[in-house]
């Protein structure tokens, strides 16, 4: 009996579902069976629409880190204005924080979460 077979019974898997198709399934879409469970995550989301503001509301909630993609909404600077202003409302509020970090990517921090962003003189 091989590992994957071991560790395929240690979590219930039948003989008529290999380990890379249990792996591959949705339910297993989150979960990190080699690391424990983290206090917070750093995760990358690609914004499209002010649809996309209530899943990083959802995110800084769950006091994860985002670190956002702006390159679609950059091409609507109106769109753009509009969800930048809502997440820094929503960010205020919880007592977190935002950075912009080049022309692509933004950085938000969920509560007490701070950026620092000014280098110290040498």
């Known amino acids: 009996m091989g590992i994957f077979d071991k560790l395929g019974q240690a979590m219930g ?3 008529e579902l290999s380990i890379e198709e249990y792996m591959g399934s949705a339910e297993m879409e989150n979960v990190d069976i080699l690391n424990e469970p983290a206090d917070m995550y ?21 006091k ?29 509020k919880i007592n977190g924080d935002i950075a ?11 509560t007490k979460v701070k950026i620092i962003k000014k280098k110290k003189p040498k």
């Open 42 to 62: 750093i995760k990358p989301v690609s914004i499209t629409s002010e649809d996309d503001v209530k899943l990083i509301q959802d995110e800084l909630n769950k």
């Open 100 to 110: 912009q970090i080049d022309e692509s990517r933004i950085i938000i921090t969920p």
């Open 13 to 15: 898997v039948s003989k």
């Open 64 to 92: 994860n880190i985002i670190l956002l993609n702006i390159d679609e909404i950059n091409k609507r600077p109106n769109t753009r204005n509009t969800i930048i202003t809502s997440l820094k409302t929503f960010v205020a």
